[in-house]
């Protein structure tokens, strides 16, 4: 249904279009499309673009000259210019049908013009009266009138441009067009260089005469030649400067197209003109303008005859109408200045502020106070985030570098015009340290910069390093900083609290959130001019806010430490905290008038702050005691066949300690004779449950909650003596006994273990038990065995094997072995062996007392081809399967 209703409007549209009919022509007519061109061209880069609008021809039916039409494109109605009067009508193109009782050209009487008076573009009438054709005015019709538009030049192409020119070279450094084509306004250009040596003109215009004056009547006898056109062409320029008292003229200048003329008008076709100033070196200075006047003109001449004798006397020149735009170059070197130079600010202005510097939202600028003075004016803002990188190098926080090979782009650039009041803002995509550069341009292109730090993070969190503790330094380092061994009874206690490396900000810390930031590098260049441009200045670098150019004090990234101390709670502080003060990783605390009692406790909180306003807390415990526990004589039970080893004793350790209770037991076995210590032992005491604890009257509780049985009762190994082979005589230990509670104050007790002969496992040697045959063959046994425990180390093991004739072979078994294979032995044969454990070394060694002794018989000789009989069966029949396939394969061939 849509597509039905399309057609039939086109059809419709279609069928309406009136033909044209009647005396038309064809003209070529012009209009103007809009173009993008540089309008400043810098070596080999445009750096600013405009539009300016150029002719475009094409075809169109007009009226041919002398006649009209009433709008339906039928051009069947005549013109006569001027007009018929007195009822005549127009019946042809200046032919006036006049009615009944007038005559002449116009019905308006009959008059003769001449070369005395002329009278053209018009007619003569009465009493030798001059009635100008439509647009011309005067006593003799001489005058364009001004406004008749369609009389006016159409100025096609104007243009003008200045540059410097490198004659060495070759090329243009910098250029700069201005365009008024089809403009009503000037165009303006602003420009901040200073240095000229070249300006062109462009010219192209244009003039109809068949079209725009097609209603003037023919030219009458008395004129021999007449035309229309162009007559003049030429751009009026005037340089200004700014001086003290106001804007002067310092020069003018005109530059004519040299075609056209007053005798020689050009018409229906394009003028083209080219002009320029030479080659002459023209400097301006900051406020200077050159303002260029285009002026198109169109006139033309007649020259008047006298018709008695065919003589010309005299050529008149038409005053003319003319076309004109108006460009202008504006000069201006002075940058944009703050209002803080000029110390006039408004409440509020700055040159650049973040609404915060250290952010988990977007990054939002505002600036205000800007200006020009009374040149160009602030024409844009740009402003631009650069996320910034650590250089190890310096140890600073920088912009990218611009390398040969690497050009950074920001991560935000957006361009603000000076006449917008809104800011625009960005939220980065990672964590990270960013710098706002905000760019403030005048219309000449000054430029000028400013700088601000921002910091933007919302996924950071600080955290804590288990290698790295929370604890109370003062305390004892054996207890692992724990207990605090300070005498009772005094009314001030110190406590040096310390937590290196325990917080940190790694997000911050690894980008280096807080490091200094360096100072801007200059750059950009254009390659003629300027050099390093942008650039910031120490007045609009950033030392305000939160996030300034220094370095943020901190330690891992965290700024700010803060301490609480009281009795233990499960619950954190809310008031009460206090700073720690400078920034540091410990703290000193003086209780002063508290008593301080065996057993009692204590809980430090320590709370770390980062930039983005993220906190940790972290704490630690710290007990006293100053007492040492009391030990009880210790029972001991000698070779006891329950214990934990295969030689084993037993000790009971009837200990307690009512503060701090029990941590371990440390037994050192030391030679009586010597105090040689041979060995040493610690037996960690568990703590039990209260309720378990409950139940047993040989058990105490502590303060801070945990319970410890009085009795330990530990086994000990007879091995830990540790006698050597050749010292067993005579020799007698003590063991001592020392108690530790868990603020790791000891007491000391001994025991007289007696003659170290005494003890199992001491001076006692045996073999390996427990023999098992693995596998029986007519030449060899394999067996396997258990050794045998012993407090000393095996050197070895022999395997003494006795044959039938009492004859033996021994075998040498490595110390660690338990499976042996027994070779070499005869089918159907009885033996027997005997199986020794070798301790000590090589130098000093004891044999095991009593050997295991094993009897077994070989098995039978087995029975069929020995492996050369084997052999020498598989060798023959494969040389008869041969045989056998040659004979065949001769048959085949016959």
């Not at 004056?213 to 700014?242: E, T």
Request: proline share 5%.
């Amino acid at each position: 249904m849509k597509l039905s209703l399309v057609l039939c409007c086109v059809f419709l549209f279609i069928g309406t279009v009136q033909p044209w009919s009647g005396n038309y022509c064809t003209r070529i007519a012009s209009s103007f499309t809009y173009h993008r061109h540089c309008r400043c061209w810098w070596w080999w880069s445009c750096t600013h673009w405009g539009g300016y609008r150029r002719t475009y021809y094409y075809t169109q039916n007009y009226c041919c000259p002398g006649w009209r039409h009433n709008g339906d494109l039928n051009c069947n109605i005549p013109i006569c210019s001027p007009q018929c009067r007195n009822s005549g009508t127009c019946v042809r193109p200046n032919e006036c049908k006049c009615t009944a009782g007038h005559s002449g050209d116009i019905c308006d009487g009959i008059a003769t013009c001449s070369h005395l008076s002329p009278c053209y573009p018009g007619r003569c009438y009465g009493n030798n009266q001059c009635m100008c054709s439509e647009g011309f005015e005067g006593s003799t019709c001489k005058t364009l009138k001004a406004e008749r538009e369609d009389f006016k030049p159409l100025i096609e192409k104007g243009n003008a441009t200045i540059a410097k020119y490198s004659y060495t070279k070759n090329t243009f450094e910098y250029q700069f067009m201005a365009d008024s084509t089809n403009r009503s306004d000037i165009d303006l250009i602003w420009t901040n260089s200073d240095e000229f040596n070249l300006m062109n003109f462009d010219i192209d215009a244009s003039i109809d005469v068949k079209y725009n004056f097609d209603h003037i009547p023919p030219v009458p006898r008395y004129i021999r030649n007449m035309k229309f056109g162009i007559v003049d062409a030429n751009v009026l320029v005037i340089h200004y400067k700014l001086g003290q008292s106001g804007e002067y003229e310092v020069n003018n200048e005109r530059f004519t197209c040299p075609q056209p003329s007053n005798d020689n008008p050009i018409a229906n076709k394009v003028l083209e003109c080219r002009l320029d100033n030479g080659t002459n070196v023209f400097q301006v200075d900051s406020g200077d303008r050159y303002v260029l006047n285009y002026t198109v003109t169109t006139g033309g001449y007649r020259e008047l005859v006298n018709t008695d004798n065919g003589q010309i006397t005299a050529t008149e020149i038409y005053d003319g109408v003319s076309s004109h735009q108006i460009m202008e170059y504006r000069f201006d070197y002075d940058e944009p200045i703050h209002c803080q130079e000029l110390n006039n600010c408004s409440s509020g202005d700055v040159p650049l502020q973040l609404e915060k510097d250290i952010t988990k939202t977007p990054i939002k600028p505002k600036w205000s106070g800007w200006s020009d003075r009374s040149l160009s004016g602030v024409k844009r803002y740009a402003f631009e985030v650069w996320k910034m990188e650590f250089s190890l190098d310096y140890l600073v926080l920088r912009e990218p570098d611009i390398l040969t090979d690497y050009n950074p782009v920001p991560e935000f650039i957006t361009e603000v015009l000076a006449s917008n009041k809104t800011f625009p803002e960005f939220e980065p995509k990672q964590p990270g340290v960013y710098s706002t550069i905000l760019e403030v341009a005048d219309k000449a292109n000054n430029s000028r910069y400013v700088r601000r730090i921002a910091i933007f993070d919302k996924t950071s969190e600080i955290s804590t390093k288990s290698s790295h503790r929370l604890f109370v330094s003062s305390a004892s380092n054996q207890s692992n900083y724990n207990w605090q061994t300070t005498p009772n009874n005094l009314q001030t206690t110190n406590l040096m609290i310390q937590w290196e490396n325990h917080f940190i900000n790694e997000v911050h810390e690894n980008g280096h959130f807080l490091a200094k930031v360096q100072d801007y590098t200059p750059r950009l260049s254009d390659d003629v001019k300027r050099f390093d441009y942008k650039k910031i200045e120490s007045q609009f670098d950033d030392d305000e806010g939160n996030r300034t150019k220094e370095e943020i004090p901190n330690i891992n990234s965290i700024v700010r430490f803060e301490i609480y101390h009281g009795a233990p709670n499960t619950f954190t502080p809310t008031t009460g905290w206090q700073n720690v003060l400078p920034l540091k990783e410990n703290q000193s605390i003086v209780l002063n008038g508290v008593n301080i009692r065996d057993g009692d406790s204590y809980q430090v909180w320590i709370r770390a702050h980062d930039v983005m306003g993220n906190k940790k807390t972290d704490s630690t415990v710290v007990h006293f005691d100053n007492s040492p526990p009391q030990v009880y004589t210790p029972t001991f039970e000698k070779n006891v066949d329950d214990g934990k080893f295969p030689f084993s004793s037993r000790v009971t350790v009837a200990a307690k300690d009512g503060d701090s209770g029990m941590s371990k037991v440390s037994f050192k076995f030391v030679v009586n004779s010597t105090g040689e210590v041979k060995n040493q032992k610690d037996f960690i005491i568990e703590s039990q449950e209260k309720t378990y604890c409950n139940q047993h009257i040989n058990c105490d509780c502590i303060p801070k909650g945990e319970c410890f049985m009085r009795d330990n009762v530990l086994d000990i190994d007879n091995c830990w003596l540790k006698v050597p082979i050749d010292r067993v005589k005579d020799e007698v230990h003590i063991l001592q006994i020392s108690v530790y509670n868990l603020a790791m104050l000891s007491t000391m007790t001994t025991y007289n273990l007696g003659e170290v002969n005494s003890f199992k496992g001491i001076k006692e040697y045996y073999s390996p038990s427990n023999i098992t045959i693995l596998k029986t063959s007519d030449t060899s046994l394999g067996i396997s065995w258990i050794q045998a425990p012993s407090c000393y180390d095996r050197a070895g093991i022999l395997i003494r094997l006795f044959r039938p004739d009492n004859s033996t072979r021994d075998f040498k078994v490595h110390k660690d072995a338990t499976t042996f294979d027994l070779t070499g032995l005869s089918p159907t044969t009885q033996y027997w062996f005997q199986l020794f454990t070798k301790y000590g070394n090589d130098t000093k060694f004891e044999m095991s007392g009593s050997p295991a002794i094993l009897k077994f018989q070989t098995a039978e000789a087995s029975v069929g081809f020995p492996p050369g009989g084997v052999a020498g069966l598989s060798a023959g029949f494969i040389l008869l399967l041969i045989g056998v396939v040659v004979v065949l394969l001769i048959s085949w061939t016959y």
